[in-house]
């Protein structure tokens, strides 16, 4: 875990200060573990779970979940 961090991290960027090192360091990490498939949500990532709860119980949901989870490409 701590080589993946390392490598994602201070390998490809320059930080000027240690406040940007901790912010780009949150953001890897709330999406590494977002992404995660996790066990006791049988092998479902977290927001995939949330996705799924959605479709099948909409009236849990004020909101469509979707739109608070950024994409591959943002």
Same mark, same amino acid.
């Given at each position: *875990? !701590?080589?993946?961090? $390392?490598?994602?991290? +201070?390998?490809?960027?320059?930080? +000027?200060?240690? #406040?940007?090192?901790? @912010?780009?360091? &949150? &953001?890897?990490?709330?999406?590494?573990? @977002?992404?995660?498939?996790?066990?006791?949500?049988? #092998? $479902? @990532? =977290?927001?995939?779970? *949330?996705?799924?709860?959605?479709? $099948?119980? =909409?009236?849990?949901?004020? &909101? &469509?979940? !979707?739109?608070?989870? +950024? #994409? =591959?490409?943002?």
């Amino acid at each position: *875990m !701590n080589r993946t961090i $390392k490598a994602a991290t +201070t390998r490809a960027f320059h930080y +000027t200060s240690l #406040g940007q090192l901790q @912010s780009h360091l &949150d &953001d890897y990490l709330w999406a590494y573990n @977002s992404a995660r498939p996790l066990r006791a949500l049988r #092998g $479902k @990532s =977290p927001i995939g779970f *949330m996705l799924e709860q959605c479709q $099948k119980e =909409p009236e849990r949901f004020y &909101d &469509d979940p !979707n739109h608070y989870f +950024t #994409g =591959p490409n943002t």
